[in-house]
């Protein structure tokens, strides 16, 4: 596939000949302490096999299906855990955005701002975080087809800003179930942009507990690898200590434990040129056709 442009976060570049990189972190911030320690966690498994990291955590989980779940600790208290994170290992840090008035301070500690997908078409907001300057991480709608997310980008982009990634998190298929149709990554990185595989959500099965999702994690690592073969750019995948306590997606969440293994298969396919020069010619080939 062709390259794309390259974006800037901190020390970390995404696009063009870039090596994927890694966006990960819990869910929710659950607690200082919990997600402190997952971060250094993280750190140390990263730094272990040379893949760049951008944690990633929600300081306020706004689209939760039940006005009774965990949503977080809120907008300031949730920018004081990230900052710290940020400042302590020297990493980027991303989390969603939900309304405007919540954009100017959240850039203020953000290295990244997230357009959550099912706010994906909301304009004003899409405008207001890419206004800032900042990196933004526009996240697929389940409910849209990836060439709708063409307009997604001209609308940031029409602030001048073009630090901008795509994320392919599944499509709805019917009721409760999200596939992941492996075309959407070839058609959204001829858009330009950076497209990163969000491996953890595109395995969710929405309202499934009734007044939570469920998940199949267990399809997290084979989705992850067909998209790394497919040629992307970064892998978002949420991860936590121990997922069945989680208070928020941990049916689709990646046990940490199980980090360290999939990052080696994930650098095998990363390095293999064959996969990758397959990949780009029989793109190219079917262009021509």
């Known amino acids: 596939m062709q390259c794309t442009r390259r974006v800037e976060i901190g020390t970390i570049t995404l696009g063009g000949a870039s090596p994927f990189v890694l966006i990960a972190g819990p869910c929710v911030i659950e607690s200082y302490d919990a997600t402190y320690r997952l971060a250094e966690q993280l750190c140390a498994m990263v730094r272990q096999r040379g ?23 809120g907008l300031r208290q ?9 400042k302590d290992f020297a990493i980027p840090v991303l989390s969603d955005v939900h309304c405007r008035e919540e954009v100017d301070l959240a850039a203020e500690v953000l290295d990244v701002l997230q357009i959550p997908a099912l706010l994906c078409r909301q304009t004003d907001l899409v405008v207001a975080a890419a206004r800032t300057g900042k990196p933004v991480n526009l996240k697929k709608g389940q409910f849209l ?7 997604v980008l001209e609308k ?12 392919e998190r599944g499509t709805m298929f019917g009721y409760g179930n999200i596939v992941v149709d492996m075309r959407s990554l070839v058609i959204l990185r001829d858009f330009g942009y950076p497209v ?37 750019d970064g892998i978002f995948m949420e991860v936590h200590a121990a997922p069945d306590q989680a208070l928020c997606d941990g049916p689709n969440s990646l046990n940490l434990n199980n980090v ?30």
């Not at 969000?198 to 084979?222: I, K, N």
């Not at 095998?268 to 793109?283: F, G």
Request: aromatic share 6%; with cysteine.
């Open 51 to 73: 893949v760049p990291l951008i944690f990633k955590a929600s300081y306020d989980k706004a689209n939760r299906t039940s006005v009774h779940s965990f949503r977080g600790p």
């Open 78 to 86: 949730g920018l004081a855990v990230l900052r710290a994170i940020q």
């Open 145 to 151: 087809s990836p060439y709708d997310m063409r307009h």
């Open 156 to 167: 940031a982009a029409s602030t001048g800003n073009t630090n901008l990634l795509v994320t």
């Open 196 to 232: 990163i595989f969000d491996a953890t959500h595109s395995v969710q099965l929405p309202g499934q507990q009734g007044a939570a999702s469920g998940g199949e994690r267990h399809f997290v690592s084979p989705l992850a690898r067909a998209a790394i073969a497919v040629g992307i």
């Open 260 to 289: 360290p293994e999939l990052l080696q298969e994930l650098l095998y396919l990363a390095n293999c040129p064959c996969i990758m020069k397959n990949s780009q010619e029989e793109h190219e080939s079917s262009k021509r056709a």
